[in-house]
Structure formats: structure tokens, C-alpha cells
């Protein structure tokens, strides 16, 4: 099975930019559709964004479309997420996401598509 660790969040005044980190081990990602999730308190985990195996594929939730960039670099075995002009909604623990055994160009944007998952990075934006 693989293991994800996501880092990188931190208290960020708005219009910062920030670059969340999904470290794997355990399984290469190169097989593993991914994505990155978002739960704000009192809310129900939200879709971010999501790349396909080769990366070529993104789909981005209409919220951070055109602030948010997903990336991978399988050979590091790690996924991105670069979050620019960042805005108080953002706020959020962040969790990154993994799921094998899709087709390869697959993105996948619910969360009950992933069977794996990172233990949550907190994400605070200060108006």
C-alpha cells in the first residue's frame, strides 16, 4: 500500500502563495491517480484539484481555477499543489489523495474515488 504525508501549510496572509508537498513511500505514484482535498471546520471535505498518473491530465474545482497548480514529479514520488493569491475562504486542512488502478488519462474529483489519503496539512489565511 502506499503512505502519503502532505506538509507545506502554514498561517499565510491573503494573497500569499504557498506550495503544499504529498510525499509518498511504500508504492511509486507513477500508477496512482491523485488529488488534493479541503475541509474547512463545520464543512464537508471539498474537492481541490486532481492530475492523472502521467500528469498530463488536471481538473481544478471552479474556486481555485487559474490559483492553484496540481503537479507530480513521479520520479520524486511526490505531488504538488502551488497555491497562489491565496483568500481567506482558503482556509483549510488540506489532504492530498492517491488511487490505483484507474485508466491512465483518469483524473478523479470525488473523494470516494481515493482510497488513500494523507493525514492533513492545515492551511490559514489571514484577511
Known amino acids: 500500500h502506499v503512505q502519503l504525508v502532505d506538509s507545506g501549510g502554514r498561517l499565510v496572509q491573503a494573497g500569499d502563495s504557498l506550495i503544499l508537498s504529498c510525499a509518498a513511500s511504500g508504492r511509486t505514484i507513477s500508477s496512482y491517480a491523485m488529488g488534493w482535498f479541503r475541509q474547512a471546520p463545520g464543512q464537508k471535505r471539498e474537492f481541490v484539484a486532481a492530475i492523472s498518473q502521467s500528469g498530463l491530465n488536471k481538473y481544478y474545482a471552479d474556486s481555485v481555477k487559474g490559483r492553484f497548480t496540481i503537479s507530480r514529479d513521479n520520479a520524486k514520488n511526490t505531488m504538488y499543489l502551488q497555491m497562489n493569491s491565496l483568500k481567506p475562504e482558503d482556509t483549510a486542512v488540506y489532504y492530498c489523495?492517491?488511487?490505483?488502478?484507474?485508466?491512465?488519462?483518469?483524473?478523479?474529483?470525488?473523494?470516494?474515488?481515493?482510497?488513500?489519503w494523507g493525514q492533513g496539512t492545515q492551511v490559514t489565511v489571514s484577511s
Open positions: 489523495a492517491a488511487r490505483r488502478g484507474v485508466v491512465s488519462h483518469s483524473v478523479l474529483y470525488g473523494a470516494d474515488d481515493y482510497n488513500y
